[in-house]
């Protein structure tokens, strides 16, 4: 925190010896300070009228919808209807909309896995990611870990994640940015032939659509 | 292979480095980071305008490694949101620091 005697200067209608003022543990570490930091600036923008009570409801509901199942949906339809999966892969913005998904103003370009190519996603520089179908990004996603060494030796990497890859199919490392995101579309395994699109997203695991995973029928 | 120790390279321009073994643990989403990720979402291109995705991208740039190692996703988005905010005059650090701290003790007297 900064010091205290510059920063505490609002009024008082009680007297109280500043020496003796408790101060909350909360202080103390990172996390709570950034969480405070959280609070003050919605309590700023709010008091000022940069931000109203309704748009910040609506922003954290947001927030809160969001999750992969959304994304498994899209692939289960991709996976039954090829002419909305060549639609997926050619305007990805343009076929989430028709789903009723807004991918907002990045690109979301989609690639799909064959027999023969494996695509992984990353964003090495931060940790863009196509949050409007799969949520927020888990931590390994966000951690330097993954960033710096994905591209380096996805192999290595695919395997730590459980996920090995034969010699002779290519990996394809998709490097993300502010204004460009992907979504892998994973193979689908044998075995589910005449499946429903329900039973098909059920198998479609947020790792899978990074591209770090495979899904498996049982 | 990408040259890991160019001077000119950006300390979060990591793609190539190794910072070693994966942590596969994947936690829940804090209450503040969710309010945090909502604020900015609703200041953002969709919402407000008033802060975008290339202003926080260069906040990030701009925080200095030390602060920028330092702080983990969603403590580098605050004061990534904080850093513009304060830069386009809607508040100031000391107003910020100020109310931060009686956000503190409001807290503290809530626990009693």
Known sequence: MAEERETHDHDHDHDHDHDLTFQPNIEDSEAGRYELMTYAIRELLMEKGHLAPDELRAAQEKVESLQHSDGAKVIAKAWTDADFK?????????????????????KMTVVENTDDVQNVVVCTLCSCYPRAVLGMPPDWYRSKSYRSRVVIEPRQVLAEFGTDVPDDMTVRVHD????????????????????TEEQLAAIVTRDTMVGVANPTAS | MAETDDPRRGYHDIGGKDYGAIDPEVTEMKPWERQSTAISNALGAAGRHIYVTDESRRAREQMGEPLYSDLDYYERSTESMKMILVEKGLFTEEELETRMKEIGQRMAEARK
């Open chain 1, 176 to 195: 993300s940015l502010a204004d460009l995101r992907y979504l892998v579309i994973p193979r689908r395994p044998a075995g589910t032939d005449g499946w």
């Open chain 1, 86 to 106: 060549n639609r997926l892969l050619e305007d990805g913005n343009a076929a989430l909309a028709e789903v009723g998904v807004d991918a907002g103003a990045a």
